[in-house]
C-alpha cells in the first residue's frame, strides 16, 4: 500500500454522470477550474458577473467553471479456471491488482464497484466510499477460488454503466472478447484492458508427447511438442497478443499486457497512466 500511495487513477474522459467530487465533469458546476465567459443572461446569480471585464467591453459577462463529480472505478476480474496457471499463478497476480487498484480508487474519493466474471458476472462489492471498506476487500478477494468458463459476454449485464473506468483483468482466453469491448466502449467507459499471461503460456516449458487438457472445458488432446510445433505455437501466441493489442487500439481502449511474474506495482502504474 506505501508503494502505491503516490499513484493516481486518472480518467481521459471528463465525465458526464455521478455525485460531485474531484474530477472534471463535462458540464458546468462551481469547482475553482475557470471555464470561460457566456453573456449575462436574467436570472443569473449576479455574483459571477465578471465585473472587470464591464469597462473593456460594455457589456455583462458570467464567470463559468467545470463541474467536479466523483468517478466510477470498475473492477472486473476474471477468475474462470484459465486463470489459475502459471508461475507465478495468474490469478494470484490479477487478486492482487484488484485490491491495489481498489486501494487506489478509495484512497482518492471515488466509488468503487468489483466484479467477478466466469460463467456469468457477479457483483461482489458496490459504491464502495472510503478507504475503511478496503480491508473487508482484501478478506472477500482471498476467498475467491478461480473456476468454470470465461463468458465475456456476461459483462452486457451489467446494469447502471455510464461514464467513468472500467478494468478488465484476464487472459482474454474467449471469442466473445470483441463484442464486450464494443459494448464497454458504447456505455461511455474509460477502458483500461490488463492482459496476463503466465510465462509457461508464451514460452513452453516441457517437450515430448503429451495429453493437453482445457482446464475450463476438460477437452483435451494429444501433441508431439517438438520444436517445429513449439515454433508454431510461438508465432500464434505472438499474433493472439497482437490481434488483442489492435483490437483495443482500434476502439480507443488502453491495453497493458503483462507476464505474471512481472512485479504488481509496474503493472499497475502502467495501467494507470494517462497519455
Known amino acids: 500500500m506505501r508503494e502505491i500511495e503516490h499513484i493516481i487513477i486518472g480518467s481521459r474522459k471528463r465525465l458526464i454522470k455521478g455525485p460531485r467530487g474531484n474530477r472534471k465533469g463535462k458540464g458546468l458546476g462551481l469547482s475553482h477550474d475557470f471555464y470561460g465567459h457566456r453573456i449575462y443572461s436574467p436570472g443569473d446569480d449576479i455574483r459571477r458577473i465578471d465585473w472587470k471585464a464591464y469597462p473593456r467591453t460594455g457589456s455583462f459577462y458570467i464567470r463559468e467553471f467545470t ?7 470498475n ?9 489459475d496457471f502459471g508461475k507465478p499463478n495468474k490469478f494470484e497476480l490479477s487478486k492482487l491488482l484488484s485490491v491495489g487498484l481498489g486501494y487506489i480508487t478509495l484512497n482518492q474519493r471515488d466509488i468503487l464497484n468489483i ?7 457477479k457483483l461482489l462489492r ?6 475503511d471498506s478496503f480491508y473487508g476487500l482484501i478478506d472477500l478477494m482471498a476467498s475467491i477460488v478461480p473456476r468454470g468458463r470465461t463468458s465475456f459476454d456476461s459483462l452486457t449485464h451489467i446494469k447502471g454503466l455510464s461514464g467513468g473506468m472500467t478494468f478488465i483483468i484476464s487472459d482474454l482466453f474467449d471469442k466473445d472478447f470483441l463484442n464486450v ?6 456505455k461511455e467507459q474509460d477502458i ?12 513452453p516449458d516441457f517437450t515430448g508427447e503429451l495429453k493437453l487438457i482445457d482446464k475450463e472445458t476438460g477437452e483435451y488432446r494429444r501433441v508431439l511438442l517438438k520444436e517445429g510445433i513449439k515454433e508454431i505455437y510461438r508465432q500464434k ?3 493472439f497478443i497482437e490481434n488483442c493489442k489492435k483490437a483495443c487500439d482500434s476502439r480507443d ?16 502504474a502502467k495501467a494507470t497512466e494517462v497519455i
Open 67 to 73: 463541474e467536479e463529480r466523483q468517478m466510477r472505478v
Open 126 to 131: 458496490e459504491n464502495l466510499k472510503s478507504k
Open 75 to 83: 473492477v472486473i476480474l476474471d477468475c474462470s479456471a484459465s486463470m
Open 237 to 239: 501466441t505472438k499474433a
Open 115 to 121: 466484479y467477478t466474471m466466469d460463467n456469468e458476472v
Open 253 to 268: 481502449i488502453k491495453y497493458v499486457f503483462s507476464t505474471s511474474d512481472m512485479q504488481p506495482i509496474d503493472i499497475i
Open 192 to 203: 483500461v484492458v490488463i492482459h496476463l499471461m503466465s510465462p509457461q503460456e508464451i514460452e
Open 181 to 186: 469491448l464494443d459494448y464497454l466502449s458504447s
